[in-house]
């Protein structure tokens, strides 16, 4: 249910000028029950002005007069044509200034360990702009030397659960395309759970390529190399025997 504008104030008026019960007060203002008991006893909201809601069109005094003939009636807001059918503002999302020099760092970690994310995505996840993010996709961004890749869950620009979503948004959307996805694809597209419980594929390193083969069959078959004797080299028949035997012949 929507709450009054200055909570606080209003209930300091509702205590002051009306028999409402301290829980009815506390339902309609949203805050405790004690806290108006504390201001009906001047230790809390000490110096704090009463705000008329009559006044100010948020109450009506028929609803007033219900309220302080039943202690079960709740009060409501006065209805405003005016508010209907307003709706929140969309926009990028709001970076506290302490934070804003850490989201190219953010931005470049997206760019780099998530391509599937669009620069629509990337914007609404951390707060940026488009401009920003392409400076950064393209590597002409002022300060590209001297950024560093940081994840944004660690910076605190996001939630985990936030970023999980977003990055099985993308990967729902390249598989209805039918794009192919290797393994190191398949482990970005997936949330932190389960790409930490996914099995990793065994692969042979490039320098033990050729030391299998595979005979027709399909079974692996090791290829044994011979064995020769170090003696061998170095035991090699002499020429000298020849020239004897053309001595003896003279």
């Known amino acids: 249910m929507a709450k009054p504008l200055m909570a606080k104030a209003t209930a300091v008026w509702l205590v002051d000028n009306t028999t409402i019960s301290f829980k009815q007060i506390a339902d309609f203002v949203g805050m405790h029950e004690l806290e108006i008991q504390g201001i009906a006893d001047g230790d809390v909201a000490v110096g704090v002005k009463g ?21 079960l009636h709740k009060l409501r807001l006065k209805f405003n044509p005016s508010a209907a059918g307003e709706e929140k503002r969309r926009g990028p999302r709001y970076t506290p200034l302490s934070k804003r020099q850490d989201r190219p760092n953010s ?18 996840l951390v707060g940026t702009t488009k401009p920003t993010i392409q400076s950064i996709r393209e590597r002409t961004h002022w300060n590209i030397s001297n950024m560093q890749p940081i994840d944004p869950v660690a910076l605190g620009l996001c939630k985990q659960s936030e970023l999980d979503a977003i990055v099985q948004k993308a990967a729902a959307a390249k ?15 997936v949330s932190t759970e389960q790409s930490l419980g996914m099995e990793t594929e065994p692969k042979i390193p490039s320098g033990m390529e050729g030391l299998e083969t595979f005979t027709l069959g399909g079974a692996p078959e090791k290829v044994e190399e011979e064995i020769v004797d170090a003696d061998s080299f170095f035991n090699l028949p002499s020429g000298g025997g020849d020239d004897e035997d053309d001595d003896s012949r003279v």
């Open 51 to 71: 705000y008329d809601p009559l006044a100010n069109s948020q109450l009506t005094q028929e609803e007033i007069d219900k309220a302080q003939a039943s202690p």
């Open 107 to 124: 931005i470049l970690w997206l760019v780099k360990f998530h391509p599937e994310l669009s620069d629509a995505q990337i914007a609404k």
């Open 175 to 189: 598989a209805a395309e039918g794009g192919v996805m290797n393994d190191d694809e398949r482990r970005k597209l």
